[in-house]
């Protein structure tokens, strides 16, 4: 009940604001355990290049292949089930679209204000009082997150105004967290990461979800190809993108992908994975108990 309870108040927010902070999302040696895992990832780490990444940021992906501790934070039952209610009502499930650690190193220059929504063209067509998202941002402090260090700057109420490219930088807020705090955010709010002015490094991890028929940011079946899949739990692995989105979307020779986790041959023959009403569609096709002129005027299902 707690969680549906708080679930139900971070939605509201989420829809509200276009972002939340959740205080004391996870147990703060979980993530300092998590940190002393990826510090000599970060150092042997190159610098980003080009004028988003930033090329005074160190940047990199496949975390769940870097650290067994990752997985927590993907599969966290609080993000997980605030996600399905943002993301869940436009697919059949939403996906992994990206697990990457970030560092902002001393000196380093604000970002450019920006939706990470945008790399889909498909968001522009997108009428914005629809309320349909395609993204979900959850970002994880693996060191406090200062207004001096760079924090995430985000624009309340942004997602409702997307035909502004930027905002008056007066309106953002700083996302001041400490490790275990999280801060989630719609891929449809404007947001930056901001400049580090400090002497130490600004560190933390973005994990984010996206409609289960979109292309991913990161492509799952590089970053976790079968064989390392396979040490995955089976809703991890789905979530890492061995999963059909019905209709038969992101098939390996005509299957779900998840086949090749369990040893299937690809020899095997195509099977179709379809949606209720479509198989019953098709049904009544066949039978001849509906014909095109039942479809006159009827409207697409979004």
Same mark, same amino acid.
């Given at each position: 009940?707690?969680?549906?309870?708080?679930?139900?108040?971070?939605?509201?927010?989420?829809?509200?604001?276009?972002?939340?902070?959740?205080?004391?999302?996870?147990?703060?040696?979980?993530?300092?355990?998590?940190?002393?895992?990826?510090?000599?990832?970060?150092?042997?780490?190159?610098?980003?290049?080009?004028?988003?990444?930033? *090329?005074?940021?160190?940047?990199?992906?496949?975390?769940?292949?870097?650290?067994?501790?990752?997985?927590?934070?993907?599969?966290?039952?609080?993000?997980?089930?605030?996600?399905?209610?943002?993301?869940?009502?436009?697919?059949?499930?939403?996906?992994? *679209?990206?697990? !990457?650690?970030?560092?902002?190193?001393?000196?380093?220059?604000? !970002?450019?204000?920006?939706?990470?929504?945008?790399?889909?063209?498909?968001?522009?067509?997108?009428?914005?009082?629809?309320?349909?998202?395609?993204?979900?941002?959850?970002?994880?402090?693996?060191?406090?997150?200062?207004?001096?260090?760079?924090?995430?700057?985000?624009?309340?109420?942004?997602?409702?105004? !997307?035909?502004?490219?930027?905002?008056?930088?007066?309106?953002?807020?700083?996302?001041?967290?400490?490790?275990?705090?999280?801060?989630?955010?719609?891929?449809?709010?404007?947001?930056?990461?901001?400049?580090?002015?400090?002497?130490? +490094?600004?560190? &933390?991890?973005?994990?984010?979800?996206?409609?289960?028929?979109?292309?991913?940011?990161?492509?799952?079946?590089?970053?976790?190809?079968?064989?390392?899949?396979?040490?995955?739990?089976?809703?991890?692995?789905?979530?890492?993108?061995?999963?059909?989105?019905?209709?038969?979307?992101?098939?390996?020779?005509?299957?779900?992908?998840?086949?090749?986790? *369990?040893?299937?041959?690809?020899?095997?023959?195509?099977?179709?994975?379809?949606?209720?009403?479509?198989?019953?569609?098709?049904?009544?096709?066949?039978? &001849?108990?509906?014909?095109?002129?039942?479809?006159?005027?009827?409207?697409?299902? +979004?």
């Amino acid at each position: 009940m707690e969680t549906t309870s708080r679930t139900a108040a971070f939605v509201e927010r989420l829809q509200r604001d276009g972002y939340c902070i959740v205080e004391d999302a996870l147990a703060s040696s979980e993530i300092t355990a998590l940190a002393a895992e990826l510090d000599e990832q970060f150092s042997q780490t190159q610098m980003s290049e080009g004028p988003f990444s930033g *090329n005074d940021t160190r940047r990199f992906g496949r975390l769940l292949r870097r650290s067994p501790l990752a997985g927590a934070l993907v599969e966290h039952e609080l993000m997980l089930k605030t996600v399905d209610a943002i993301l869940g009502p436009w697919c059949d499930h939403f996906a992994l *679209n990206l697990t !990457q650690a970030i560092e902002l190193t001393p000196g380093s220059a604000e !970002q450019v204000p920006h939706r990470d929504q945008d790399m889909w063209p498909c968001s522009q067509l997108i009428p914005a009082d629809r309320g349909v998202e395609l993204l979900v941002n959850v970002m994880w402090p693996l060191t406090p997150f200062t207004a001096d260090n760079g924090a995430t700057r985000i624009w309340p109420g942004s997602h409702r105004r !997307q035909a502004e490219l930027l905002i008056d930088p007066e309106e953002a807020v700083i996302a001041e967290m400490a490790p275990g705090t999280a801060l989630l955010f719609l891929g449809s709010t404007l947001h930056a990461g901001g400049a580090n002015h400090t002497r130490l +490094p600004r560190r &933390g991890i973005i994990i984010s979800y996206c409609l289960g028929w979109l292309k991913p940011y990161e492509l799952p079946w590089l970053a976790y190809p079968p064989e390392v899949a396979r040490t995955f739990p089976p809703s991890l692995a789905r979530l890492a993108g061995y999963r059909v989105h019905r209709p038969n979307l992101g098939v390996f020779e005509g299957r779900c992908p998840s086949l090749l986790l *369990n040893g299937d041959g690809a020899e095997a023959g195509a099977v179709d994975v379809l949606l209720p009403e479509q198989a019953a569609l098709i049904a009544a096709w066949r039978d &001849g108990s509906v014909t095109a002129a039942d479809f006159v005027g009827a409207e697409a299902v +979004p």
